[in-house]
């Protein structure tokens, strides 16, 4: 997989990155200082955010020079904190979620002789590679915490010629894989996590074959991931079908997931939106 094709994935798997120029200076050390200077204008696009405070907060995406970008809110101004960059042809992060000032995690992939899942870790002072299980051209897209030892990663997997559903678990000492079911599409791959509890977790993404896109709803109940239904608008008939770019938790029984579905009449994408009631998935 080359690296033209490894951004337009995981576009695909977190959703459209807006592209963004940042007025800020790299910064010297590895933690963010009180006062960041508007120095030099940085060029990139973000994927995702997540905020422990109105102090603390991170953005993950990838530079222009296809390298991963990680930026820090001290309450004032954005920066640039460096990040590891693996790869020989590049890497990006796609997804991020701060437990703490000190404990914040960012996944994503880099591309070497092949894509592979990229996991970085916060400690307070500096951002660290931390190593996943092999799962072949893999990527991931999303990440979310119950807490510092419960950790999940969503993404894709598999081989040059067939994407997989990719679940790993951290369990505050090391990076795991946990079966997840895969339909039997030939791109099958998880855009978003979202989890409150160690019984109850949701991951979103699309089950893709030639020509048609499927809504993909998985859910874990503290022993295994399963497939759950989920409604499938199909505006263009057999040349369309939806997919699902993000999920959020409220409650248990309150769970709401966005997308989209493709080719409808006027050949456009339009807004899916879809909500768990505790008992079934109903398109708003």
Same mark, same amino acid.
Do not use: Y
């Given at each position: 997989?080359?690296?033209?094709?490894?951004?337009?994935?995981?576009?695909?798997?977190?959703?459209?990155?807006?592209?963004?120029?940042?007025?800020?200076?790299?910064?010297?050390?590895?933690?963010?200082?009180?006062?960041?200077?508007?120095?030099?204008?940085?060029?990139?696009?973000?994927?995702?955010?997540?905020?422990?405070?109105?102090?603390?907060?991170?953005?993950?995406?990838?530079?222009?020079?296809?390298?991963?970008?990680?930026?820090?809110?001290?309450?004032?101004?954005?920066?640039?904190?460096?990040?590891?960059?693996?790869?020989?042809?590049?890497?990006?992060?796609?997804?991020?979620?701060?437990?703490?000032?000190?404990?914040?995690?960012?996944?994503?992939?880099?591309?070497?002789?092949?894509?592979?899942?990229?996991?970085?870790?916060?400690?307070?002072?500096?951002?660290?590679?931390?190593?996943?299980?092999?799962?072949?051209?893999?990527?991931?897209?999303?990440?979310?915490?119950?807490?510092?030892?419960?950790?999940?990663?969503?993404?894709?997997?598999?081989?040059?010629?067939?994407?997989?559903? *990719?679940? $790993? #678990?951290? %369990? !505050?000492?090391? +990076?795991?894989?946990? @079966? /997840? &079911? =895969?339909?039997?599409?030939?791109?099958?791959?998880?855009?978003?996590?979202?989890?409150?509890?160690?019984?109850?977790?949701?991951?979103?993404?699309?089950?893709?074959?030639?020509?048609?896109?499927?809504? *993909?709803? $998985? #859910?874990? %109940? !503290?022993?295994? +991931?399963?497939?759950? @239904? /989920? &409604? =499938?608008?199909?505006?263009?008939?057999?040349?369309?079908?939806?997919?699902?770019?993000?999920?959020?938790?409220?409650?248990?029984?309150?769970?709401?997931?966005?997308?989209?579905?493709?080719?409808?009449?006027?050949?456009?994408?339009?807004?899916?939106?879809?909500?768990?009631?505790?008992?079934?998935? =109903?398109?708003?």
């Amino acid at each position: 997989m080359n690296m033209a094709r490894l951004p337009r994935i995981l576009k695909i798997l977190g959703g459209a990155a807006a592209t963004i120029c940042v007025s800020t200076s790299l910064v010297a050390g590895a933690e963010p200082p009180a006062a960041q200077a508007t120095i030099t204008s940085l060029a990139g696009s973000l994927a995702a955010v997540s905020a422990g405070s109105a102090t603390d907060a991170w953005a993950v995406g990838q530079t222009r020079t296809t390298k991963t970008l990680a930026l820090h809110w001290n309450g004032t101004s954005w920066a640039p904190v460096p990040t590891p960059a693996p790869g020989t042809f590049g890497s990006l992060l796609s997804g991020v979620t701060e437990i703490s000032p000190a404990n914040v995690w960012a996944v994503g992939a880099s591309e070497g002789s092949g894509s592979a899942a990229l996991v970085l870790h916060w400690n307070g002072m500096s951002w660290a590679r931390v190593p996943t299980p092999s799962s072949g051209v893999s990527g991931l897209s999303g990440v979310s915490a119950v807490s510092a030892n419960d950790i999940w990663a969503v993404g894709s997997g598999g081989t040059t010629t067939r994407e997989t559903t *990719l679940v $790993l #678990h951290w %369990d !505050g000492r090391k +990076w795991t894989r946990v @079966p /997840s &079911p =895969t339909p039997p599409g030939q791109i099958v791959a998880l855009f978003s996590v979202s989890a409150v509890s160690a019984t109850d977790v949701w991951a979103v993404g699309r089950d893709l074959t030639a020509k048609l896109g499927k809504t *993909l709803v $998985l #859910h874990w %109940d !503290g022993k295994a +991931w399963t497939q759950v @239904p /989920s &409604p =499938t608008p199909m505006p263009g008939g057999s040349a369309g079908g939806s997919f699902l770019n993000g999920v959020d938790m409220v409650a248990t029984g309150d769970v709401w997931s966005a997308g989209g579905t493709v080719f409808d009449s006027t050949g456009n994408e339009r807004t899916l939106l879809l909500h768990w009631n505790g008992m079934a998935w =109903t398109r708003f």
